[in-house]
C-alpha cells in the first residue's frame, strides 16, 4: 500500500501563498485518483481538491481559483499550492489516494497532515 507524507505548512498571513508538497512512499504511476482534504477542530473533513493521473483536477467550491493541485507521476509527488488565503483555510492538510468512483477515501495511504494556520 502507498502511503503519503504531507509537508509544506506554516503560519501566512491572509492573502499570503504556500505550496503543499505530498510524496508517496512508492510508484503512484498506477493510482488513478489522489486528493487533498483538510479538517479543522469542530469541523467537518472537506475534500478541497482531486486529481486524475491524467491530469484532470477538481475543486471545492470553497477554493476554486485559489487552489492548485498538480502531480509529478515520475517523481511521486503532489502539490497544492494555496494562494490568496483566507482565515477560513486554517486547517490540518492531508493527502492521499480516492476511489476510482471519485469520492471514496483510501484511508490507510493518508499521512499524518501537515498544519496551516492563516492569520495575522
Known amino acids: 500500500q502507498v502511503q503519503f507524507t504531507e509537508s509544506g505548512g506554516g503560519l501566512v498571513q491572509p492573502g499570503g501563498s504556500l505550496r503543499l508538497s505530498c510524496a508517496a512512499s512508492?510508484?503512484?504511476?498506477?493510482?488513478?485518483?489522489t486528493a487533498w482534504y483538510r479538517q479543522a477542530p469542530g469541523k467537518q473533513r472537506e475534500m478541497v481538491a482531486k486529481?486524475?493521473?491524467?491530469?484532470?483536477?477538481d475543486y471545492a467550491d470553497s477554493v476554486k481559483g485559489r487552489f492548485t493541485i498538480f502531480r509529478d507521476n515520475a517523481a511521486n509527488m503532489m502539490y497544492l499550492q494555496m494562494n490568496s488565503l483566507k482565515p477560513e483555510d486554517t486547517a490540518n492538510y492531508y493527502c492521499?489516494?480516492?476511489?476510482?468512483?471519485?469520492?471514496?477515501?483510501?484511508?490507510?495511504?493518508w499521512g499524518q497532515g501537515t498544519q496551516v494556520t492563516v492569520s495575522s
Open positions: 486529481i486524475t493521473l491524467w491530469g484532470s483536477p
Open positions: 512508492g510508484s503512484i504511476s498506477h493510482i488513478v485518483i
Open positions: 492521499g489516494v480516492i476511489g476510482e468512483d471519485g469520492s471514496r477515501a483510501i484511508e490507510s495511504s
